[in-house]
Every structure is written in C-alpha cells, then in structure tokens.
C-alpha cells in the first residue's frame, strides 16, 4: 500500500521526471512530506508563474515534458499565465496542483479554485483527481497526453485526502485509457500525390519551417528536402534553428519583423510549403492580400489548423517527420537559381539599411549588443532564453541559430516575464550548454525575484538585461501609431547591477559598444551567474515592421542613410 | 447553413462542459445541443446544431477531435436521418377554445398529456419546422409556456456510426436496401 502522495512521486520517476519546480502550500503539503523518498530534485522558485515558465523552458530545450507543482487557490491561479504560454507554443508540460479534501469541493473552503475551470481552455487537457487510486493512471495520462501529437501542457488538480489516504499501486495495470484520443493521423496516399505534383510544377516556392519541425525532430528531413528540390527556406520566429541561418538556402524570419525579403519572396511565391507553423496573424499579415498567387501545402499535426486562417490546397495531416520520410524518395532535383537570384537581389536593398553597416555614431544599439553576443558565443553549445519585446525582435535579427532548440522564446502569447524563469529550466535540463537571458528592463522586473533561485540552485545562467528605459515595443507602437504619445511606456528602473549584487550575482553596467565584448567574456569566465546591464540607446526602433492588418510586403522600413541625410536637414 | 453533429463523448463528468466552452471559446454558435445517454453506459451522445458554413464545420468537427474525451463525430447534415424535437407546449384553453386546439393538436398528430380548466398542456414530436408549426397555429389562444428539448437525430438505415457498430455484431453491408422510413 503507498499513499496518494508517494504515487505522485514515484509516478513522475517512472516518467523519467528528474527535476520538479514547485512552490508548497496547505493542500500539497502531502506530496511534499513525500518528497523526501524520493530521487527527484525539488527546485524551489519564487512565484509560481515562474515554476510554470521554468518548466516549459526545460521542456522546450530538452524535449521532455517539464513539471511544475503549486498548492491549491493562489497558488494555482499563479500558474495560469505560465499554462497559457505553453498552451499557445505547443509546449508539453505537466501542472500538478494540491485542491481541497474531495469532501468540501464546492464549499468555497480555504483556498479552493476550481483551477479545472480555471484552465478549461487553456489546458490540452486537465484532471481533477478525488481518489488516491486514480493518481497513477491520470499521471500516466497527463504524461502521455503533454507529449504525443501536438504537445501542449496538462493539468492534473489532486485533492487532499487523495494525496493522503493509501491504495494498491500497480504501475503495469494503471495503463492510459483513452479511447478517444488519437495523436498519429497520417495523409492519404491520393493527398501526397497531390502535393508531389504542386512541387514539381512549382517555378517560385518557398518553404515556411515552423516550431513543428523543432517538435518533430524533422530537421534533417527539412534540409535533405530543401536541398534536394532546391527550395528556400523561410522561418517563423519558433521555427528559428530548426534549420540552420549559415545555409545557403536560408532566408531568415518572415513575418511582422522579418527580413523584406523574405516577405517579398513569399508574397511572389507560386508554392508554399508550410513546415509545421500554423500561419499565425504575426506571419501572414492581411489575409486577403496574403502569398496571393501561391498554392499551399500544408503539413500539420492538428487537423484544427487545416484552412483556420489560411486557405490550403494541399493539407498533409500527419508528423512531419514521417510526412517527409514518404515524400523525400519521390522529390526529383529542378534547378530554380533564376527564383533564387531574383530573392538575392532583394537582399541588396536590405543591407544598405541595416544597422550593423550605418556609421558608428557613438551610440550603443540593441543590435549592436546581440550582434557582439551572437560573434562571442556562436561556436559554444548556446542557448539564448529572450524575453518579450524589442529585445526579443532584434534576437531573432541579429543572433544567427544553427541548431534546433537555441533559442526559447514566448511566441503565440508573448509572455514579459518569460525569459528569466524560462533560463532556469533549460539550465536545469541542459547544464552543459551556456544559458543566456535576453530581456528588457521591463519584462526583467515581471519574474525578476527569480534572482534568488538561480543563487539558491547555483546555476550559471547569463543575464543581459538591454536596458532602455522603456517598455519599448509599446513605445515604438505609441511612436508609429499614436503620434508619439508615449503615455505609461517610461520606466523608472532601479540600478540593475546592483539589485544583483544583492542577490549575490555577480553584476556590471556597460553603455559602450566597445564595452560589450569584455563584458561577455568576463561573464563566460565566470564561474557563477552573471548579470550584465546593458545601457542602450533609448528611443530605437525594430524596423523593418508590418503594421498589424496591413500587407506583408508593405513593411516600415528604416530609413536608408540617404533618407536619413535628407531629412536632418 | 444549420449543421447537425452527432459527438460520442466519454461519460464522465465535465465532459459537457468541455464541449460547450469549446464552442464558446472558438465562438462557434450553438443552435441546440442535446446529451443522453446510449446503449453503451461508458458513452453519452449529444446531437449539436450549429450555424455553420462548409469549413467552419471541418473546423468544429477538428476541434471537438482534440478534445481528449471525444470518441468520435459525426457531421450528418447532408445524410438521410431523422430528426426529433420534443416539445410540450401548455395553451390557454377556454371552453369555447378547447375544442379547437384539440382539433390542431390531433392534425399535427400531438397529444394532450394534461388538462386543466383553464388550460391544456401538449406533448409533440418531430422535426423543428413541425413544432414551429404546430406553435404558430396555437399562437392566437394564448401559449402560456412551453419548453423544447433541442434536437437528437440518428442516420436512417441499417448503417450505424462507427462506434455503435463496434458494440453490435457487423450487420451485413448493403447499400440498396441502406433505407427505411419512419412515421
Ligand atoms: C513581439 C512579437 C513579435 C513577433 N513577430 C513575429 C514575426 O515577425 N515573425 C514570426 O514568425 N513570428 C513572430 N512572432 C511570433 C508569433 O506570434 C508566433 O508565435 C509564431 O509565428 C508561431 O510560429 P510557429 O507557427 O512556427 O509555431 P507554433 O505556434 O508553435 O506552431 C507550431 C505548429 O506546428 C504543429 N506541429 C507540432 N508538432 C508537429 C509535428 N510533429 N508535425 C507537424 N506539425 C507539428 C503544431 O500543431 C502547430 O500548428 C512574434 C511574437 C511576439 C511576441
Ligand atoms: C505580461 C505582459 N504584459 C504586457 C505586454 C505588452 N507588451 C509587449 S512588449 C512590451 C514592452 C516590453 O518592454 P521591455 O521588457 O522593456 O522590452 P523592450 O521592448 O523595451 O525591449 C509590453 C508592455 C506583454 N507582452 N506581456
Ligand atoms: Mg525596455
């Protein structure tokens, strides 16, 4: 006989869990008392929004599902926001809550939320668990369910007295039963046909890879597959490292701030292929105006994103991988360099403009910092965790992924507040890589008590905080948008270096570009985590931008140094 | 176009919930929707109207697929199937009007199933536009409430839903003899 509690545990090692972040409270203290028998390490955090957040950036650089525990009411509420994250970015996740005794659900008791309801719609699936004798079954499920098919986070809501009172465990007999659910659909024969003969005719195609190769595993099959048919390769901003930025087929990011050449390729495209993305309204811009003379090719896990917002002609509902595998034999080599040069010379215009080629002029940009970042740290097994914001856009531009899984970022819910916690789960799962935090002076103070955690874990994570004094996305719209009326977007910060020396982490300041690249390297050599508070210029822009409803090719552009003379006159 | 869903959901509870706050949630918007249970006790089965065009109904249908506890949908708008709203509906029955709203209710082949003096309460069957129509005639004399079921509806024919079939031994596949009618 074991105790609920013990089940939970001893469940979660079978699952091949190593590591939980949770936070205690009344109605978990079971599964707490029951920690000590177990091999599983215990993070504590400080929030528990950051538990869910370091359980999806664990999830995210591993692969493996990522677990968080709360106790019941706050402490479940508190995870909402981190659920909703990996919800919308396809991270699998498992959410353990404590709820009160089965006996006064309902009762509006202390600390009871119906965190089931809750989270209804912003869960792949939830549980609420009254006996001791479902915990192993429905934690099997959970595992099951955060992992297969389109991934996605599971909570699992265990009462009190379940955690307390004692049953039989049988792992073996505690199979998943899920009738209903049915992860691995594959194409119909007929559809692959249908796509074979869109490629081959293809003249002008491009191929849109998304976070669903990263899931599937599928990048060896997206590059065999784009070399093979000689077909560029167009990324979203999940999809960054699922093929490598130095290939020669790589375009780069598409979308709201994506390079214009690479809008302008798709939106001159005769086919797209799109890789597991889901056509987000950030990628396609206005949808009547969208890639308007291309056919769509579709692969895609979930038949719920089949023609939800774009129209496909194609859709192959399947796993990438295998999708490829069936279509890899049967795609013959077409030379299509005329389509190739064409998207090249597009390329000439962009550069002109971009920021690392404008004079230096004194002033330390955000560009210039993640470039310095990128140029120290590119040879090294790094992971770049970023927040939400321009920050998180002139990443994307500047620092250059290779590899799969280099880059964790809030996509689909844009989450401030996501990158310190979500540095502290990637660590956890990767401690041999090199785990930089990318944030703003904004998004920092959201999850920044997190601080204590990284000391408490002695865990070497990298912060740079790029620092200018605004919430400055916001700032940039209010420019663009709002005539420059920058209400609520200034930010009194307080001396970032110095929160972090009272934290015990090793902090500097630097506000000079030639500052940058010592201060990386003194923070590499560091044996400890390290806070670097970068000064940047305040009032900068992420350009090039598609303004939210207009077309994909109609981007903002920054201003060339031609324009830029003429108008200081 | 009004769309008709059959949805075999696990049975267990909130399962109903989930299904309505998908709806509500993807802003899909329910005509009717009716649970009950089946001749299998570990399913229910609910008969979803919605105003749907063609791909917003691939749509609904993909989205109660992700749904962990859905076993299996079915869109049968464009198939043979029959259709069944209940309704009872109480109308202000005077002695001089009684004799009429009998004579409606029996044309429309309804039944009384209380009678008070002041009052009649019928009991009807069938399709919407029947009980629209029965409720239309009646109108004039007063109804005082009434109260509707939503629809449930069921393929016609020899040819059941995939999952019924599963339970049942396998009836012989005709096509051609795939029809029968119903009162
Ligand atoms: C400030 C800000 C600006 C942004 N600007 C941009 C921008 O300029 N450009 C941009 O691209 N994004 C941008 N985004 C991000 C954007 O909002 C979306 O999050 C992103 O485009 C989604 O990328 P995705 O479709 O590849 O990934 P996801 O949203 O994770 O979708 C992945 C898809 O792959 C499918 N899938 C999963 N597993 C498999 C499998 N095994 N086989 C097949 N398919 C699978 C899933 O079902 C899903 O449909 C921005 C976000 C923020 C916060
Ligand atoms: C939790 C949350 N609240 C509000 C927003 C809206 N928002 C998007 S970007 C942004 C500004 C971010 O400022 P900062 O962290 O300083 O980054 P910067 O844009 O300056 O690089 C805000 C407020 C959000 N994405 N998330
Ligand atoms: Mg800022």
Redesign the interface.
Known sequence: MKTGAQIIWECLEREGVKHVFGYPGGAILPAYDALKHSKIHHILVRHEQGATHMADGYARVSGDVGVAVATSGPGATNMVTGIATAMLDSSPIVCITGQVGSKLIGSDAFQETDI??VT??IT??NY?VTHASEVARTIREAFY?ARSGRPGPVLVDITKDAQQTSCEFDWEAAKPQ?????PDLSPEPKEYEQALDLIQNAKRPVILAGHGIIISGAMREVRDFAERAGIPVALTLLGLGAFPASHPLNLGMMGMHGEAWVNQAIQEADLLLAFGMRFDDRVTGNLKTYAANAKKIHVEI???E???NV?VDVALVGDLREVLHELLPKIETIDRSEWLDNIDRLKGDSAVRDIQNLPDSGHLYAAHVIHDLWHETRDADTVVVTDVGQHQMWEAQYYKHERPRSLITSGGLGTMGFALPAAIGAKVARPEAEVWVVCGDGGFQMTMPELATIVQENLKVHIAIINNGYLGMVRQWQEFFYEKNYQATPLLNPDFAKLGEAYGIRSMTVSKRSQVVPAVRSARQHDGPVLINFRVEQEDTVYPMVAAGASLHDMIRRPSPLVETADDE | MLNTFVVY??NKP?VL??VA?LFR?RAFNIDSLTVGRTEKPEVSRMTITVDADY?QA??IE??L????????VENITSEPSIVRDLAMIKVAATHEARSHVLELASVFRARVVDVAPESLTIEITGDEDKIDGLLEVLRPYGVLEMVRTGIVAMRRGSKSSVLAAAASTPAPDVDHGDASYSV
């Open positions: 089931t309801g209804l719609p792949k699936h609420l369910v899920l009738p209903g659910y049915r979930d038949p719920a089949i023609n939800k129209k | 959901v696990e909130g919930t989930r706050s949630r791909d691939r749509r993909a989205n697929y992700k749904l962990v506890n859905v076993l299996l």
